[in-house]
């Protein structure tokens, strides 16, 4: 209930009733009458005397018996006893009365007051922790989010070097193979020109050789023309000596 609507209840009470409740006193239920007889009120008695007899003794323990009396109401309250009756309050009893009731209004509003600010208070402080809290758990989103992105970035950028350095890789790899290819054309072009080399002197080898036969042939032949032209010449020599000698001896005869 606020406090608007305390003071127009308030206002709505009647002064008679108002008045009833302050100078009233609170009714008091009169304490019931014993129903059955032998039912004692124990708080209403004094319990003078005891008596305690003991029955045996064992190596166990000890055995008593306690018998009480019976309780007696010597001096003690009477329970029908009830309150004298008041007087008629006066006009300054009533205006103390209803003094007193104005102030216990005014403390149960500052009271009601107090509460409402307490309340007012609890609640911006609830507020206040929930958009602390609340923009506590934004931040708090707002890192990781930010950290995820800087993974993905730094995941991202770590994929392209990868990429480049793959590229790089297989640019390498291919430039040592074309190198590769290019040194085993070059020593298969070599070892051409070589093997073509070495058949070029081969066949120049054997052309030397066969000019060198061909030339000793030559000059065998040569030899052999000119050994059976100077046999064919000293058997003509030897035909015209042997000529002359005929004739000189024909000559002779016809001399």
């Known amino acids: 209930m606020t406090l608007a609507a305390y003071r127009d209840k308030m206002r709505e009470l009647p002064l008679v009733s108002l008045l009833c409740s302050c ?6 239920e009169q304490p019931a009458e014993q129903d059955a007889a032998g039912v004692v009120d124990l708080k209403l008695s004094s319990i003078r005397d005891l008596e305690v007899v003991q029955l045996s003794q064992r190596s166990s323990g000890q055995a008593f018996q306690v018998i009480l009396k019976p309780p ?3 001096g003690g309250p ?3 006893a009830t309150t004298p009756p ?3 309050p006066s006009l300054q009893d009533i205006q103390k009365k209803l003094d007193a009731a104005q102030e216990r209004r005014k403390c149960q509003e500052a009271e009601l007051l107090k509460h409402l600010a307490e309340r007012r208070e609890h609640q911006r402080e609830v507020a ?4 602390s809290k609340e923009r506590q758990e934004n931040r708090a989103k707002e890192e990781r989010l ?3 992105q800087q993974q993905e970035e730094h995941l991202n950028a770590s994929q392209q070097e990868e990429e480049r350095l793959n590229q790089e890789e297989e640019h390498l790899n291919a430039s040592q193979q074309e190198e590769r290819l290019n040194a085993s054309q070059q020593e298969e072009c070599l070892n051409a020109s070589q093997q073509q080399e070495e058949r070029l002197n081969a066949s120049q080898q054997e052309e030397e050789r066969l000019n060198a036969s061909q030339q000793q042939e030559d000059l065998n032949a040569s030899q052999q023309q000119e050994e059976r032209l100077n046999a064919s010449q000293q058997q003509e020599e ?3 000596a042997s000529q002359q000698e005929e004739q000189e001896q024909q000559e002779v005869r016809i001399q």
């Open 72 to 74: 007696s109401f010597d």
């Open 86 to 88: 008041r007087g008629k």
């Open 128 to 131: 206040q922790k929930a958009l």
């Open 78 to 80: 009477d329970p029908r």
């Open 23 to 28: 100078i009233s006193p609170p009714i008091r």
């Open 146 to 148: 930010n950290a995820s």
């Open 238 to 240: 030897r035909l015209n």
